[in-house]
């Protein structure tokens, strides 16, 4: 129960890391699972990652973010529990076409109606990084993402979560900083 409480219950997930090329998908992934960065290299073959955080475990597919592959991301939309779409926020010159690819995710009906939606403002250690409220209006989601508190403390309060749980957070995959937060709001929403 005491476990339950704590959101610590033996879970597991299983999610799709998408975005732009270049935004730090792979960065990400492999700071979580081997605790490193190692030497980026674009993905162009997708990979699979199982490791665990806060007591869960997790399966992450890592699909590659270049034009030529995000048609693939699709095929795992049906098949996941959580979705963490990567923006670069120091890349102000790729808004567009990064709130392009949002938008066409977010209307996907074969991505599962109550699978949270985590989005990543990464390389906040840049000093051209965009503010957390300057990439919410260059994505358009201002006034659409569900709040910051974890599932349990809005279900304290009484808050139903409708639709998709969706927010937005601001990292340095680098100076490891930020997603760390951002990773318990997903988990938290995850059901
Ligand atoms: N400054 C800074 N650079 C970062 C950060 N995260 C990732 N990078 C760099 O961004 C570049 C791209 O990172 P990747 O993880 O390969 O990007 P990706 O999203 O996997 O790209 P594709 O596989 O091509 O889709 C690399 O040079 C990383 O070192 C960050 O937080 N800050
Ligand atoms: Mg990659």
């Given at each position: 129960y005491f476990l339950e409480l704590f959101g610590l219950k033996n879970k597991n997930g299983t999610f799709l890391v998408i975005g732009l090329?270049?935004?730090g998908k792979t960065t990400l992934l492999r700071r979580l699972k081997e605790g490193t960065m190692g030497t980026p290299v674009p993905t162009w073959y997708s990979s699979k990652y199982e490791f665990s955080f806060g007591g869960i475990y997790f399966t992450a597919f890592?699909?590659?973010?270049h034009e030529q592959v995000r048609k693939v991301w699709r095929t795992y939309f049906p098949a996941v529990d959580a979705i963490i779409f990567i923006v670069d926020a120091s890349d102000h010159q790729r808004f567009s076409e990064a709130r392009a690819e949002l938008d066409s995710l977010l209307s996907?009906?074969?991505?599962?109606?109550d699978a949270p939606l985590l989005l990543l403002g990464n390389?906040?250690?840049?000093?051209t990084a965009a503010s957390e409220e300057d990439l919410r209006r260059w994505l358009g989601v201002q006034h659409r993402t569900t709040g910051k508190q974890l599932a349990q403390a809005g279900a304290a309060a009484g808050?139903?979560?409708?639709s998709r749980p969706m927010e937005l957070f601001m990292c340095s995959v680098l100076q490891q900083q930020g997603y760390g937060e951002a990773f318990r709001w997903l988990t938290s929403h995850m059901r």
């Open positions: 090329d270049n935004a890592d699909v590659g973010g996907d009906i074969s991505i599962p109606a390389k906040i250690d840049r000093p808050i139903e979560f409708q």
